[in-house]
Structures are given as structure tokens and as C-alpha cells.
């Protein structure tokens, strides 16, 4: 279980030697200590370009083209095993990639199920009941790929939640949905990560997740 | 129903195979190694066979030899034997394991045995070789004066001139082995001023051995009893434990010293050496047809992993370890290789069942298959097993961030 996850001056390279300019200059994230508590939720608004999709992969140890540390309950992530990273991708930390990285030969459910079969977190009927609340059961058995973009977020939202988590870290997640879709998203996620006291961080370049009680931060 | 894959892991993966890149890695693999074991199983069934029809007691590996005698030495006289020098120079050459001497008899002897009322005597001549050149001796291969039996291994040719040779044509009976092994002889011992008569017994039969041989002990206690002063001091034969009899090295320094093999020894060991030789070079030319095989698996599995990389990272970031990415990559190459094996432990026993027929029907000892098969399985676990590895290697490399 991850409590804590810590930014500590955190600074993607591709920004470094413009410490004192815009956005790192502005920004509530690069170059601060941020903590980010387990039951939280925070909305990491910016403009595009500002690194928020960066921020995801570094926590979520996709990438580590990045100065500075970030901690898990104090543990600097360079220092975690492939199989510790195995483990937390499985048990503490959730994410959805704003390119949401579907595989486009499988079916919506395979999609899904290949995350959950993981820890067995839901039975199919679960999932299938969650494809519903957001009104894309009837796509369970097309393949990913032939899906327009908003259902394809869809689907990698259910598939992020497919699994226990303390962190679920959601890269513009409702970039393409409109705001009766936004708000299924968001009480759906909302409900799996309060059941489980989970945070959750959702960013966006404007159309923000609808989440209630949440802390926005200014990438 | 499809028949796809129950796992939607196997259903991702199993995209961008290439069924002809497998399909000539199988075909190239079971050639490569078929040529191996069935060149390795008929290797060791002739040179099984060459063991069992060799000698009962003598190894392959041993060489009779006597210097070549001219015709000047037997118009003068000259005895032809093995010099120090020589017995030296042959202990230093790098094939030569060991050299033992023959010794021989410095006194008369006689041998005679009755067939009922008919008698028959002959003059016999005994040798002796050092008793740690025998594989296997036969029982009671020792002497024991207080006994005063002495052993006596003959040549199968003396036995059967004697059978087809002399007692037909003389109305004598005929006699096996087992016969002869029973007829008690007695041999009388002549020289240095004394006769005495032993009771002597034929232990055994040398198709290849050819002489009468007494153990070294019987010989070393009768010549130093019955030896006379013109002993020979030099040996005239000597015998050869050497790495391969028909190689050219030992052929050829036999010949340049003017030294004669006795038997067919090196006409049998000529063969086995060609045959080893055929057999080196059939296994190598199979062994890299193997190898470039497991060259193909290899570069196979970097295209097929090349190819499904995004995948493979992709699963790897939704929590799935290295370990768990290349089962369904090693399960294909455990398949592949189980066919493969398949065919070729069929091939190997199908094709040297037909040659160990023929082997069989002339007499001859054939080798276990098993051995072979075993080599089979262990070389396609080890291409399973490094073909495993790249995957796991290649994972592991994909993984890191």
C-alpha cells in the first residue's frame, strides 16, 4: 500500500536549464515538494506543453527522463525492482494514458479483462455492468480499435479501475467526452476510489474530470 | 466457438508469428540434429561392433607388432628384436600409451595329450605378455608352482588348423572350445639340464592374439628355472596400447621403422579410424546445420519481439512481469521444439533399426539407444532453454523505463 506519494523537485529534462522561466517558473508542480496523500483528489490543470502527461509517466515509472525524486512512502522509485514495479502496477497504482494504449486487435472486454485477470479484482459481469454505467456495453465484443475516441476513453477508465488500487493517476481522461459522459466518469471513479479509500489524479488542458471535493493544483 | 487462444495475453501475442520463419527453424532444426544423433548412434553401433568382434580379451586399442625379417637376417641368422632404442623412441611417441614386451620361452617345451588309446605329442613354443595388458583374463589366469598347472591361451587359428586342417584328414576327432577347455595336457619343460612335466589347460581363445600364451608369472618363474644362457635378451614382439591403431601417425611411423602388425588389427582399425573420421565430419556438418537453426530461432524471436514491442510494454505497464510476457513466447518455442524432438527421436530409432538389423544378423554387438536420444533431448532443452533466455533478456531490456 502506498500512503504518500512525494514530488520532490521534481523537473522533466526537457526543461532543465529553463528553471527561472515559464512554465517551470509558474508551476505548482516542477521544482516544489508536492505530497500527494492516499483519499485525496487533485486536479492537475495546465496547458498543453507543460509536462502533465510527463508527470503521469514518471510517477507511474514509464518514464524517468526526469531530475530531481519521487518517493513512495519515502522510497525513491529508481531504486524499485521490475518486480516491485510489477507489484504496484497490480495493487497501488492505477493509471489511464491520455494516448490510453488499448491493444486495437482485442475486443472491449478482452481489453479489459486482460488487466483484471491480473488480481481477479471483478467477475466479467462487474465489468460488463461498468461498461454499462457508461453506456458502452453494447461495444463489449468489438474490437478496441474500430471505437471513435471518446468510447475508446471509456473503455481505458473501466479498464484502469480493473484492478485495487491506492493512487489512480488519470491523464486527461474525459478529453473527448461530453459533460453527461464526463459525469458518469467521474461519479463511476469517484465510487471505486472512495470504496477503496483510494486519491485520485486527474489532469486536464480543460474539459476537467467533474470530481467533487477536489484540490486543483496549476501545472 | 473460435479456437483462439483461451487467454486474451496468448490472442495479443500470438500476432505478427511468422509461420514460415518457425516453420523453416523446425524443419532446419530437426535436419541439423537427425544428422547428429543418427551419425552419433551409427558411430557407436560399428565401434561396438568393431569391440565385440575384436578379441574376446584384448582391447581394439592394442597393437601387436614384430620387426620386419629380412631376407638377410635369415640367411645369416641375425635374430630380429626390439632394441632399447627402439622400445624407447616407440614409449616416446605422444599415441603410444603403453608398451609391454612379449617374453619368450629360453627353453623347450612339448605338450601332449591322449585321446583314449591314441596319443598325440607335439613341440609347442611359448610367450607371455604382462598380465595388465589383458582386458579381461580369463579364470585362473595365474600360476602357482606348488600346483604346477599351467594356463595356456591359444590362437582360434591353431584350433581350427587342428579341426579342418589335421584331424580331419588323420581321422581324429574333432574338437569345440568347451571340449578343449577340458582336455587335461601335459607339458613338458625342458632346459638348463632339467625336464619336468606340468599339467596345463587351455583357459581361452584369441582370434586376434595370435600365439600360445602363458602367464608372465609361469614365464618369469620357467625361464629363470629351464633358461639357458642364448635367451634372447631383446623382445621380438611387443605390444601397443595406442590412442587409435589406424591413425596415420602410428600407420605410418609402423611402416617407416619397417615393423609388422600382426592380425588384421589395423585393417579393422584403419576402418574404425575412416569411420570416426566420416562420422566427425557428418556430426560437425550436423551440428552446424543445428546451429544456424537455433541462429534462425533467434532471429526469429528478436523480429517477432521487435514487432510486438508496443504490446509487450504495454502489457508490462498494466502490471504484467517479463516472466509473465515471454510464457506465451517460450510455450511456442516448447511446442515447436517437442515436434521437433518428436521427429527426430522417431527418425533415429526408425533409421538405426534398420542398419542394427544388419548389424545384428552378422553377429555383432550393437550400442544402446538411449544415449543418443538422451543427447536429442538435452540439445533441444538447451536451445528451449537459451531461446527462454533471449526472450527473458529481451523483456527485462524492454521493461526498464
Given amino acids: ?50 509536462g502533465k502527461s510527463s508527470m503521469c509517466s514518471y510517477i507511474y515509472g514509464a518514464r524517468s527522463d526526469y531530475r530531481g525524486r519521487i518517493l513512495f512512502d519515502g522510497t525513491d522509485i529508481r531504486t524499485l525492482t521490475p518486480a516491485r514495479w510489477c507489484e504496484l502496477r497490480r495493487r497501488s497504482l492505477a493509471w489511464l494514458p491520455q494516448e490510453m494504449r ?79 459522459n464526463n459525469a458518469a466518469c467521474a461519479a463511476l471513479v469517484q465510487e471505486v476510489a472512495s470504496a477503496q479509500g483510494a486519491a485520485i489524479i486527474a489532469t486536464s488542458v480543460g474539459n476537467h474530470l467533474q470530481l467533487s471535493n477536489s484540490m486543483t493544483i496549476s501545472l | 466457438m473460435s479456437n483462439k487462444p483461451k487467454s486474451p495475453v496468448g490472442r495479443l501475442l500470438r500476432r505478427n508469428i511468422s509461420a514460415a520463419q518457425l516453420a523453416a527453424y523446425a524443419l532446419a532444426n530437426f535436419a541439423g540434429l537427425a544428422i547428429v544423433l543418427c551419425a ?18 584384448i582391447n581394439r586399442d592394442f597393437l601387436v607388432i614384430s620387426p620386419e625379417i629380412s631376407s638377410l637376417g635369415t640367411l645369416t641368422g641375425g635374430q630380429a628384436a ?18 609391454g614386451a612379449f617374453t619368450n620361452a629360453g627353453f623347450r617345451v612339448s605338450a601332449s595329450v591322449d585321446f583314449g588309446a591314441r596319443g598325440m605329442q607335439t613341440f609347442l613354443f611359448f610367450e607371455s605378455i604382462p598380465d595388465e595388458f589383458f582386458d579381461v583374463r580369463p579364470p585362473g589366469w595365474s600360476f602357482d608352482p606348488k600346483k604346477g598347472e599351467i594356463p595356456i591361451i591359444v590362437s582360434k587359428d591353431y584350433l581350427a588348423l587342428y579341426n579342418f586342417g589335421f584331424a580331419s ?73 595406442v590412442d587409435n591403431p589406424g591413425s596415420p601417425e602410428v600407420t605410418g611411423y609402423l611402416a617407416s621403422h619397417g615393423y609388422e602388425v600382426a592380425g588384421d588389427k589395423t585393417d579393422s582399425s584403419r576402418a574404425s579410424y575412416f569411420l570416426s573420421v566420416v562420422s566427425g565430419i557428418i556430426i560437425a556438418v550436423g551440428g552446424v546445420i543445428t546451429l544456424l537453426a537455433f541462429v534462425i530461432l533467434l532471429l526469429s524471436l528478436s523480429l517477432l519481439l521487435q514487432k510486438n514491442r508496443r504490446k509487450l510494454t504495454d502489457l508490462m505497464l498494466l502490471g504484467y512481469s517479463p516472466a509473465q510476457a515471454a510464457r506465451g513466447y517460450l510455450s511456442i ?15 533415429v530409432t526408425l533409421a538405426s533399426s534398420w542398419w542394427e538389423n544388419r548389424l545384428e544378423s552378422a553377429s555383432v554387438g550393437v550400442a544402446p539407444l538411449w544415449p543418443t536420444l538422451l543427447c536429442g533431448f538435452i540439445a533441444l532443452a538447451a536451445i528451449t532453454l537459451l531461446g527462454y533466455i533471449r526472450i527473458r533478456h529481451t523483456l527485462r531490456r524492454y521493461f526498464r523505463p
Avoid at chain 1, 520532490?8 to 496523500?37: C, I, K
Avoid at chain 1, 482485442?106 to 483484471?116: A, E, Q, T
Avoid at chain 2, 553401433?45 to 569391440?51: G, I, K, R
Avoid at chain 2, 587335461?184 to 581363445?205: D, K, Q, V
Fill in chain 1, 102 to 180: 488499448l491493444f486495437p486487435e482485442l475486443s472491449v472486454i478482452d481489453n479489459i479483462l486482460i488487466k483484471n485477470r491480473l488480481t481477479d479484482r471483478y467477475s466479467e459481469p462487474e465489468l460488463r455492468a461498468m461498461l454499462a454505467r457508461l453506456e458502452i456495453d453494447n461495444k463489449a465484443s468489438s474490437l478496441a480499435g474500430h471505437l471513435s475516441v471518446g468510447q475508446q476513453q471509456r473503455v481505458a477508465l473501466v479498464r484502469a479501475l480493473a484492478q485495487p488500487f491506492d493512487f489512480i493517476i488519470l491523464d486527461e481522461p474525459v478529453s473527448h467526452l461530453d459533460a453527461r
Fill in chain 2, 169 to 241: 584328414t588323420r581321422g581324429l576327432p574333432q574338437l569345440s572350445e568347451n571340449v578343449i577347455n577340458k582336455v587335461p595336457l601335459r607339458i613338458t619343460l625342458a632346459g638348463n639340464g632339467r625336464i619336468e612335466t606340468f599339467s596345463g589347460r587351455i583357459a581361452g581363445f584369441s582370434s586376434r592374439f595370435n600365439t600360445i600364451a602363458v602367464p608372465q608369472r609361469f614365464m618369469d618363474w620357467a625361464n629363470s628355472r629351464f633358461g639357458e644362457n642364448d635367451t634372447p635378451s631383446y623382445p621380438s614382439r611387443l605390444i601397443l596400447e
Fill in chain 2, 333 to 347: 518455442i516448447m511446442w515447436i521444439n517437442a515436434a521437433v524432438l518428436a521427429c527426430v527421436l522417431a527418425t
Fill in chain 2, 82 to 99: 626390439f632394441t632399447p632404442e627402439a622400445v624407447a623412441d616407440l614409449e616416446s611417441q605422444p599415441w603410444a600409451r603403453r608398451v
Fill in chain 2, 40 to 57: 552419433m548412434q551409427f558411430y557407436r553401433d560399428v565401434n561396438s561392433a568393431f569391440d565385440s568382434a575384436s578379441d574376446s580379451f
Fill in chain 1, 1 to 50: 500500500m502506498i500512503e504518500t506519494i512525494t514530488l520532490d523537485n521534481l523537473l522533466p529534462e526537457v526543461f532543465a536549464g529553463a528553471e527561472n522561466q515559464p512554465p517551470v517558473s509558474t508551476s505548482g508542480v516542477w521544482m516544489r515538494q508536492l505530497e500527494l496523500r492516499r483519499g485525496r483528489r487533485v486536479l492537475v490543470a495546465a496547458e498543453s506543453g507543460t
